[in-house]
């Protein structure tokens, strides 16, 4: 074979890979009618999306966040929508019992659990790190360890139902960027966390799957107005990104990226680090009078 016919090969082999890893999973919009899903962080943005994407498939859920009065809302459309039923259940993740709380509202109020959606993220400030060890600390609690929490609360009973855990996470979980250094050091843990608990599940031959979701830049407006004058690109639709993850999540799909470009981030992540690095920085605008001052929300 001739170095032509190899490079060939290579190619079509490449293609044929990234074909099969990135085409849609198979995916029974049926199976979701009646099923018991808990989704947090669901008063605004990506989790509100999930809210009504499974209302509208007929699903049964319990959706929290910390603002009982958003989330009445949420749950009159999600009735509207064609929820068998909706309730919520107001919760603050950086206290450890509200968040097993949570998941045992949900547990006797649905019978059951069929899937536990992990989704919610504590404020946090989008800046250069200005050495503040607490503010990592207390949201390593609300974007972290409330989810190993409810993990282990909801277990026994997702075991029961062969159900899932959807985990929402985030490119800055997977490769380094500036800014948001608190913020990335909860995401890589839960990828550290979820990721072996994957092997763990299935080791012991557990009925229950785990899907880590990994989002690029969403047009919530948190997201929005927090990266505003720092990096200039395009984000993606909360609602396409919420539709995504619930389908990967009905899929069993261990990994899912949205959008596309994640996914070959990820791929490539380790090739060319200088280059990789190079592009990470020049696409940031950093303005030391600008960047460094505080930002509200955390
Ligand atoms: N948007 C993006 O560009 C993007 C990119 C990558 C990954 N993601 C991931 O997608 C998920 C959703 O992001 P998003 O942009 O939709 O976030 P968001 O709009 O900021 O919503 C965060 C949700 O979490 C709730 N929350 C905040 N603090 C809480 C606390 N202490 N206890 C309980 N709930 C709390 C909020 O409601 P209350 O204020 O009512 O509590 C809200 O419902 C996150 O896991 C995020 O990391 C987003």
């Given at each position: ?12 082999i ?29 008063s ?5 999306q ?14 929290t ?15 509207e929508m064609?929820?068998?039923r ?12 509200d968040?097993?709380?949570?998941v045992q ?5 649905l ?21 503040d ?34 985990v929402v ?10 800014f ?37 830049l969403?047009?919530?407006d948190?997201?929005?107005e ?22 990967a999540g009905?899929?069993?799909?261990s990994e899912?990226f949205y ?15 200088n ?24």
């Amino acid at each position: 074979m001739n170095l032509y016919a190899k490079l060939l090969l290579l190619g079509s082999i490449c293609v044929a890979f990234i074909a099969v890893r990135w085409s849609a999973p198979s995916f029974n919009k049926e199976s979701l009618k009646g099923a018991r899903v808990l989704v947090t962080g669901a008063s605004t943005g990506i989790g509100e999306q999930l809210a009504y994407h499974y209302a509208r498939l007929g699903a049964q859920l319990v959706i929290t966040a910390r603002r009982g009065n958003v989330l009445e809302q949420v749950v009159s459309k999600c009735l509207e929508m064609g929820a068998q039923r909706a309730l919520f259940i107001p919760a603050d993740m950086a206290s450890p019992s509200d968040a097993e709380s949570v998941v045992q509202y949900a547990t006797e109020q649905l019978g059951g659990l069929d899937y536990l959606v992990l989704n919610h993220i504590g404020p946090s400030p989008y800046r250069m790190w200005d050495g503040d060890v607490e503010h990592t600390r207390w949201l390593l609690e609300v974007n972290f360890l409330s989810y190993a929490q409810m993990t282990q609360k909801a277990l026994p009973t997702l075991e029961k139902s062969n159900g899932s855990i959807v985990v929402v996470s985030s490119l800055l979980g997977k490769i380094c960027g500036p800014f948001a250094l608190p913020y990335a050091t909860t995401k890589f843990a839960l990828n550290g966390f979820f990721g072996g608990l994957q092997h763990e599940l299935a080791m012991q031959k557990s009925n229950v799957s785990i899907t880590i979701c990994t989002l690029g830049l969403i047009d919530t407006d948190s997201a929005m107005e927090k990266i505003k004058g720092y990096i200039n690109m395009s984000a993606y639709p909360a609602h396409e990104a919420a539709w995504h993850i619930i389908e990967a999540g009905a899929s069993r799909q261990s990994e899912a990226f949205y959008p596309w470009y994640t996914f070959y981030a990820c791929l490539f992540r380790d090739w060319f680090p200088n280059l990789r690095d190079q592009a990470i920085q020049n696409s940031y605008t950093y303005n030391p009078q600008v960047n460094k001052e505080p930002v509200t929300g955390s």
